[in-house]
């Protein structure tokens, strides 16, 4: 390996994003920065890297392991550099606009870093961009929060997209109010997630029928809420499906056309999820669009969101059309140049005076030429 590609290496999960497709990403990043401030969601933007406590609060503990940590060379502290938005975001809401009026709306957008990627999602650094809905007990905040997204990805004229909701707290109250223990709620959690009906079967006359009936409960929103409906479950849990019940209904009244599918037993991804969590598909595409939920902020203060993942949007957005790009000849006159960019155009200025300006302006990859003699560009 010679010095040239030695230096193009880069650690697994991380890369350089070339044209045209870091051009891609900021479109795309801005246009859903516009559709959430349209929707009443205000910019807010969070450092890169802070304290390491910070970051590890309340909810953030379960992404601990995510974390690249430093030492601060002038504080003397250690340093977290940020695995999500939303936990920071959350500290912003609890701390310098505490005193802001609810219910607060926020909206994000930058870069993460993971020590790990996942199966579906190997990259250690992407692009977020997402909202967060604080102050807002209420079904309907959980409903704008969805529609919200569906909207965003329609703005990008992404189609077939799917929304899959799931409650990642739906278990663990049924173990508690059975008076299940700790070792065997995470095990049957597990099982439970995994999709593992064998296993199911292990969890006594009570629990196992409960977790079978989850587990084919999946699917279709209508077919899945009739069979958790029928469930016998203590008050807790049935609340749970009443509330999902009622979200389903607001969604389907707000967006007839909206395609939602319900696995009550997910919940790697919601570690931090304390109410009704869902995740964006589109067909297709390669690991989720986005995911979202509602938890708690430090001060106990309920909140909403969702993160979009700009890697996994940009490859369910459309291919982008070919940019008309003009390449001007050297001497042209500048205001000529300036006029095309004023009508949408990219131009391409020559640095010295060329023999052929065709070759020269295919060579830079233009779809025009201007010429000089007639005043009008010419298709290459």
């Known amino acids: 390996m010679n010095n040239y590609s030695k230096k193009g290496l880069l650690p697994a999960g991380l890369a350089d994003m070339l044209p045209p497709a870091a051009a891609a990403e900021a479109e795309v990043s801005e246009a859903l920065m516009g559709v959430f401030t349209a929707n009443g969601y205000q910019r807010v933007k969070p450092p890169l890297i802070e304290f390491e406590e910070h970051l590890l609060e309340g909810a953030g503990e379960a992404l601990s392991s995510k974390m690249f940590r430093v030492m601060d060379p002038v504080s003397h502290r250690m340093m977290g550099i940020r695995t999500d ?20 709306r926020l909206s994000y957008a930058g870069q993460v870093l993971r020590v790990y990627g996942s199966q579906l999602r190997p990259e250690r650094q992407f692009a977020q961009a997402g909202v967060e809905l604080i102050g807002a007990p209420e079904i309907s905040a959980d409903a704008e929060l969805i529609l919200l997204a569906a909207e965003a990805l329609d703005q990008l004229h992404i189609d077939e997209c799917s929304i899959d909701l799931t ?180 131009t391409v200025c020559g640095l010295k005076q060329e023999q052929k300006n065709e070759v020269e302006a295919t060579r830079l990859g233009c779809t025009h030429l201007f010429d000089k003699e007639s005043g009008t560009e010419i298709t290459l």
């Open 85 to 104: 938005i939303t936990l920071q975001v959350a500290r912003v809401a609890t701390t310098r606009m505490k005193q802001e009026a609810r219910p607060l």
């Open 167 to 346: 409650l990642p707290t739906l278990l663990p109250t049924i173990c508690q109010e059975l008076g299940i223990d700790a070792e065997q709620t995470k095990e049957a959690r597990e099982a439970l997630d995994q999709k593992d009906a064998a296993v199911l079967d292990n969890f006594g006359d009570v629990l196992s029928p409960i977790l079978n009936s989850l587990l084919h409960a999946a699917g279709p929103a209508d077919l899945a809420l009739k069979k958790l409906t029928t469930l016998d479950l203590p008050e807790q849990s049935s609340r749970q499906i009443k509330d999902l019940q009622v979200l389903v209904e607001t969604l389907k009244e707000a967006s007839p056309d909206l395609e939602l599918t319900i696995d009550p037993g997910e919940y790697r991804g919601f570690e931090y999820q304390t109410g009704i969590s869902f995740t964006l598909f589109a067909r297709n595409v390669r690991g989720e669009l986005g995911r979202g939920g509602r938890y708690h902020l430090v001060d106990g203060e309920t909140a909403t969101g969702f993160t979009l993942f700009l890697d996994s949007v940009l490859r369910a957005v459309p291919a982008r059309k070919k940019e008309k790009k003009i390449f001007i000849p050297f001497g042209t006159d500048r205001a000529k140049a300036r006029q095309y960019r004023v009508d949408g155009w990219i």
